[in-house]
């Protein structure tokens, strides 16, 4: 019997460290103004949108990775950067939960069409 609140810690801590490498470790790898621009305001957004579209996509997908990831970046941004990336958080944010909510409705599409084509 499937459960439908099925959990692991493995796969949200997989997850949550790729985050972590994203929030943590990508800012430190800015060499000058024009890689600073791409790896910003491009590069950890698509990865941050991805790597919850992914873990929405599961059959272990919570909510808390979402969360997490909004936590994540905070904390990056109180280290790594100045005040002004503090705005930046609630983008993230809404991004995870954007990727998430969108890897979970492909899932529950796939589902019934899974289950409409085996009643058929």
Known sequence: MKRSAAFSCQRLFLFALVLAVNYFLMPLSISDSDSAMAILLFLMPLVTLLTCFAHGCGHQATWLLPLLSA??????????????????????????????????????????????????
């Open 71 to 120: 936590l994540l970046y905070l904390l990056s941004a109180l280290l790594l950067f100045d005040s002004s990336w503090f705005s930046f958080t609630f983008l993230y944010a809404v991004l995870s939960f954007a990727g998430h909510g969108a890897g979970r409705w492909l899932r529950r599409m796939i589902e019934r069409e899974q289950t409409a084509g085996k009643n058929v």
